[in-house]
């Protein structure tokens, strides 16, 4: 068994536990389980899903593009999709770096979650709406740059889910863990690779941690100074 970390990593956040210039917000404010690193990548100004483990194989079946894990994101964008901007993102349009691979793109209700710090700025001469995209490769800044193709700027970025792992129930900011078991073939593809480097122990943040898919699920509480505490509380289930 391995674990996996789930965070809903808030906006304006690095993905990564350190910042060289020590004024932005890194992944130590809300995390700090030793030895762990994200799998994959969120960009700065980007919300939503983020999965970290210590687990070389696992973080490579998740992240490497051959995996090809669908990734679904919330699009808050300016303007009013029609079909045919739909049918574009759907089929895949052309950027400077290629084609994009079809996605499945479908209009959406505004999603219950809190509203962005800073707040998203808005045209009050502009209609604003929500898509869903589901992706299977993720190149630099993707789905900003497909909605901006067709005449349709993102506002609001969040991820909701890559492959079975899910946002469901956390607050910005908040995680919680999961066990995942990863087949013997998984692993032993990877197993040739040697391990990405892990951070620096933070501290020996001790987390519980439950089956996919059971009730067993704890994620951080906030410390009074607003950051996330690795100790849950004893006996939480959400």
Do not use: C
């Not at 068994?1 to 004024?23: A, C, G, N, W």
């Not at 917000?25 to 983020?50: H, K, M």
């Amino acid at each position: 068994m391995s674990l996996i970390y789930l965070l809903h990593k808030p906006y304006r956040v690095l993905t990564q536990f350190t910042d060289r210039d020590k004024q932005r917000q890194t992944l130590a404010d809300f995390i700090d389980v030793p030895d762990i690193y994200a799998a994959g990548r969120l960009d700065y100004d980007s919300e939503g899903l983020l999965l970290l483990t210590s687990d070389g194989a696992l973080s490579h079946q998740i992240a490497h593009p051959k995996k090809k894990q669908p990734k679904t994101y919330w699009v808050q964008v300016e303007g009013a999709p029609d079909e045919q901007a739909i049918a574009q993102l759907s089929a895949g349009v052309e950027l400077k770096d290629g084609m994009t691979r079809p996605a499945k793109v479908k209009h959406i209700d505004p999603p219950t979650l809190p509203d962005r710090q800073p707040p998203v700025r808005f045209r009050a001469s502009i209609p604003t709406h929500w898509l869903e995209i589901v992706i299977s490769e993720g190149r630099n800044r993707q789905v900003r740059r497909m909605t901006a193709h067709v005449g349709l700027p993102t506002l609001r970025l969040i991820r909701a889910a890559i492959g079975p792992w899910k946002l469901d129930g956390l607050a910005p900011g908040e995680w919680r863990s999961e066990e995942v078991e990863m087949p013997a073939a998984s692993r032993n593809e990877r197993s040739r690779n040697e391990r990405p480097p892990a951070r620096h122990k933070a501290g020996a943040g001790k987390v519980s941690s439950g089956k996919t898919g059971s009730a067993k699920r704890t994620a951080g509480k906030p410390h009074a100074n607003g950051r996330r505490s690795t100790t849950p509380p004893k006996g939480r289930k959400s």
